[in-house]
């Protein structure tokens, strides 16, 4: 029998660690549910503060499988690549272009377990390869887990916390998670807009229904990427970071109950590009302006 369009969504809500015991426990016992997602995005110009200008573009598909194996169990596996193409234009602060393509393979699980009394403990481990074209992959391993509990305290609140901790290329991050789940009203509902992981926490965002088929919201997260550097590159076998707060608007159109199109614009702010030797050791780290960001995601769950 097909799954509901409901316990879908529940599904994919489950994957992103938005509420994700609560969503789970919608599944019936023995139902699996596979999503597919691919998305397109860009970030135009932005100023460099020691001087010069970056923008760039990328593509990410994601599989994901979810089976709830008891009333209080459910697990699933993701499956992801990620890749950037950055062009720098007299990148005076740094020389020479610090990076260019850049790929994150990556896969993980999730586990979430639904407890007495509203509670659900949830665990994501993850193992991820970032590095640039031309670099060892051997040196490129970033892996750690996001670990939650959450509580349903009504039908339409739930809410939860926990934390990330991930060791990413010589470097240790720790850093919260806020889950949020909060139906307001029938059209309007505050919840996390993207999983969790390596990159960082999921944010928060604010989403208005207006149909069936229509969906409008405004968010944002924080996000940090580190990914080992080109071996023959103006930094050998160095480390390259760049982080921000990308503040994006979303819409999005369901045009059937298993699919929908999401439309993103928006800006990156707080952001900083920084670049490690191959000892992890900073040599140049520069800020660099607001920069717009476009984005288009499809998905779809059969």
Partial sequence: MPVPARILVAASAALALSAAGAQAQRLPVGATVTSATITGYAQLDADIDGGGDFHGSGVFAIGSVLRQF??????????????????????????????????RPSVGATFVYAADGGLTFTAMPSVQWAYESGASTGDALN??????????????LTLGI??????????????????????????LRLTNPA??????????????????????????????????????????????EKESIPLLLRATWRPAPASRLDLYAGVAVAGKLTVYDRDNRELISQDFDPAPLLGLTFQTRF
């Fill in 162 to 187: 926990g934390a990330g901790i991930f060791r990413e290329i010589d470097d240790t991050k720790v850093f919260p998670v806020v889950l949020v789940d909060w139906r307001i009203n029938d059209r």
């Fill in 70 to 103: 008891t009333p209080e169990l459910t697990a699933g596996v993701t499956v992801r690549y990620d890749y950037e193409d950055w062009k720098f234009s007299g990148p005076t602060a740094f020389g020479a272009g610090p990076w260019g393509q850049l790929h």
């Fill in 143 to 156: 892996w750690g887990a996001i670990v939650a509990v959450s509580k349903a305290y009504a039908k339409d």
């Fill in 195 to 240: 999983p969790a992981g390596p990159a960082g926490g999921a944010g928060l965002e604010l989403a208005w229904t207006l149909d069936d088929r229509w969906e409008i919201a405004g968010g944002g997260a924080w996000r940090t990427h580190r990914f080992r550097l080109d071996r023959n590159g103006p930094y050998p076998d160095g480390i390259g």
